[in-house]
T-cell receptor
Framework: DVKVTQSSRYLVKRTGEKVFLECVQD?????MFWYRQDPGLGLRLIYF???????EKGDIPEGYSVSREKKERFSLILESASTNQTSMYLC??????????????FGSGTQLSVL | AQSVTQLDSHVSVSEGTPVLLRCNYS??????LFWYVQHPNKGLQLLLK??????LVKGINGFEAEFKKSETSFHLTKPSAHMSDAAEYFC??????????????FGQGTTLQVKP
């Protein structure tokens, strides 16, 4: 089974802190994604990556950056956390190919609270 | 632009009764449509997928969905609900087509409650 592991299940940070959310997948997938999930809004794409050292903005990239130095690891960075970034963050991966992007394998999520 | 609307934010059924979760989509192209399920404290999991083959798609755990182009709908159904079906369900459309990236666009989610 594909496993996507997010390093923390719950995280509490203070406004202005730099926050790192880590995600690791074990199936040699090319593509990795970061979403945030908010009640009533579904999932919204923050950033994604189709290759090592490659990144593309999703629908809501403001206030976030990402890093993909190794194929299996995709990090989401909040440069200066704000209260409106309190959310559930979901990492996902998928294999190569346009339609393969459509079957995503998700981690269990990190619930981030910014106080 | 593609979009998807889940018509109910919360659905409650009794165990053993049918389930209907409603989804309407908007797409300029022949869409790919999906249902994902999220059980509490678990990652999202693909339930089923429609990609212009048969309009009635069967998924895991007894769920199925029917693509109706005339109604722009892709409702999820199950004949008999089980307690383990309680979860959040997301209807999803892919923007693949005409050079798009195949990015997934998620609906707002429907929480299914199953009462004993």
């Amino acid at each position: 089974d594909v496993k996507v592991t997010q390093s923390s299940r719950y995280l509490v940070k203070r406004t202005g802190e730099k926050v790192f959310l880590e995600c690791v997948q074990d199936m040699d997938h090319e593509n990795m994604f970061w979403y945030r999930q908010d009640p009533g809004l579904g999932l919204r794409l923050i950033y994604f990556s189709y290759d090592v050292k490659m990144k593309e903005k999703g629908d809501i990239p403001e206030g976030y950056s990402v890093s993909r130095e190794k194929k299996e690891r995709f990090s989401l960075i909040l440069e200066s956390a704000s209260t409106n970034q309190t959310s559930m963050y979901l990492c996902a991966s998928s294999d190569t190919g346009l339609t393969s992007n459509e079957k995503l394998f998700f981690g269990s999520g990190t619930q981030l609270s910014v106080l | 632009a593609q979009s998807v609307t889940q018509l109910d934010s919360h659905v409650s059924v009794s165990e053993g009764t049918p389930v209907l979760l409603r989804c309407n989509y908007s797409s300029s192209y022949s869409p790919s449509l999906f249902w994902y399920v999220q059980h509490p404290n678990k990652g999202l999991q693909l339930l089923l997928k429609y990609t212009s083959a048969a309009t009635l798609v069967k998924g895991i755990n007894g769920f199925e969905a029917e693509f109706k182009k005339s109604e722009t709908s892709f409702h999820l159904t199950k004949p008999s609900a089980h307690m383990s079906d309680a979860a959040e369900y997301f209807c999803v459309v892919s923007d693949s087509g005409s050079g798009n990236t195949g990015k997934l666009i998620f609906g707002q989610g429907t929480t299914l409650q199953v009462k004993p």
